[in-house]
C-alpha cells in the first residue's frame, strides 16, 4: 500500500508532538471512549489513535490485544482517514482496493470493516483518529456515524483539556524555577551586599533605603600597611602580587572576624579595619591589639619560608589608634562603610611613624590595654598636622595570660580578669 501523506504533513507533526500524548501511559478518560464508542456501533474493537512519521500509535483500545499497541504506518488504515479530514467509512475492506492487500486484512487480525472520524484541532491539523472495527462485513445506520462523530470531538475536547493542564503545569513549573532563581538572584545579592557592609548596617539599608551616620564614642582603629611594597611589586608579576595580597587580607579577614573586628577597606597594600563598631563593645581595643598580634605571627612564619626560598620578605607596619568615631555608609550605585574622625586620622599617621615588622599603639589604646599586654614605651613621636603623640610597641600578650609561646593567644585566666574588670 502506499503511504497517504496529509498535505500540512510537518505542522500536522508538529502539533502532534505540541499534545505530547505520543508513548504515554493509559487514562481512563480515552478508554471509556473506545468502549463507548463500541458500544454504540455494536462493534467487538474501537481505538483511538496518532499518526507519527513511521506508525499509528495506540492511545486507548477496547476488545484487541493487550498486546497491540501499534502497528507501521504503511499498512495503517487510519492513515488514510486523517487524509481526508473527515470520516471514513468502509464496510467491506476486502472489497476496498485501497486495503484489501493490507496484512491488517489479510493477515492475523483479518479485519473486514472499518469507520473512523479523524481528531482535528481547532487549527486543523489531523492528529489521528477515533475508529471502531469488526472483523466481519457491517453496516452502521447514520445515527450511529452521526454519534461517532460527536464522540471524536468530546475526545478531542479531553485531547484539548489535557494539553493546557500540561501546558498549565509547564507554566507553574517555570515560575517555580523563576521564583527559584529569584530567591537565589537575592540571596547572592544579600551575600554580596554583607560581604560589602556589616550585617547591621545592611538590614538597615534594606529596610530604609538609607543609613543613618552614627557616633561612636570609643572604637579601636588599625591599620596595616606593607613596607616596601614597590620593591617587592618590581621582582613579581602582576598577577602573582595580586593574588599574594590576596592571599595576605584574607587571612586578616578571618583575623579581624575572629576577633569581632569590622574590615572596612583595603587601598592599594594598606588594610584598614575597626573595633567597636558598628555593634559596640568594649572589648574593642583588646581584640584590636590581638588581632595586631596575631596578623604579625602569621608574616613573620610567612617570612622564615620566603627566606628559605631567597624571596623578599612582606614586611608589614601596624598602627592602631582608640577613640570616638563616626561611622556610616557612602555611594549610592556602590556603598562603603567607612568612619571618620580625629581618631583615624592618629591611627594613620601612628602607623606611618611605625616601624616595619613591629605594631605601633597610641597611648590611648595603650591605657586600654597595659594590664595584659607587654608593650615598650617608643616616647613622643612628631605626628603631621598633631604634634607629639605619645607610642608604644606592642610586644606580646604576657606570660601569664597567655596560651601560647609567641604571645599572640590569650588564656582563659586573661579573659576571667577581663569580665572582672567590666
Known sequence: MDVAIPANEPARLDALE????????????????????????????????????????????????AELSECPREISVCKVTICNNDILYVPDLLSDERFNTSPLVTGGLKLRFYCGVPLITQDGYALGTLCVVDFKSRELSFEQREALRRLSRQTMVHLELRRQLIERN??????ELARDRAIAEKGESERLLLNILPPSIAAELKASQRVKPRFFDSASVIFIDFSGFTRIVETMEPASVIDQLDQHFTRFDDIMAKHRLEKLKTIGDAYLA???????????????????????????????????????????????????????????????????????????????????????ISEATWQHIKGRFETEPRG?????????????FLNRVK??????????????????????AR
Open 18 to 65: 505540541s499534545y505530547a500524548i505520543l508513548d504515554t501511559l493509559p487514562e481512563i478518560g480515552f478508554d471509556e471512549i473506545t468502549e463507548l464508542a463500541a458500544q454504540i456501533c455494536d462493534c467487538p474493537a474501537a481505538l483511538v489513535s496518532f499518526i507519527d512519521p513511521s506508525r499509528q500509535w495506540m492511545k486507548a483500545k477496547y476488545g484487541l490485544p
Open 170 to 175: 509547564e507554566m507553574l513549573r517555570q515560575l
Open 274 to 360: 575597626v573595633g567597636g563598631v558598628p555593634e559596640h563593645n568594649r572589648s574593642h581595643p583588646i581584640d584590636a591589639a590581638l588581632c595586631a598580634l596575631q596578623i604579625l605571627d602569621h608574616l613573620t612564619k610567612l617570612n622564615r619560608q620566603r627566606e628559605k626560598l631567597h624571596l623578599p620578605a612582606w614586611l608589614a607596619r601596624i598602627g592602631i589608634n582608640t577613640g570616638p568615631v563616626i561611622a556610616g555608609v557612602v555611594g549610592k550605585h556602590k556603598f562603603t562603610y567607612d568612619i571618620w574622625g580625629n581618631t583615624v586620622n592618629v591611627a594613620e599617621r601612628v602607623e606611618a611613624a611605625g616601624v616595619p615588622g613591629r605594631i605601633t
Open 380 to 392: 613622643a613621636v612628631e605626628v603631621k598636622h598633631k604634634g607629639l603623640v605619645n607610642m608604644y
Open 399 to 420: 606570660p601569664e595570660f597567655s596560651s601560647d609561646p609567641a604571645g599572640t593567644m590569650a588564656n582563659d585566666r586573661f579573659w576571667k580578669q577581663e569580665r572582672e
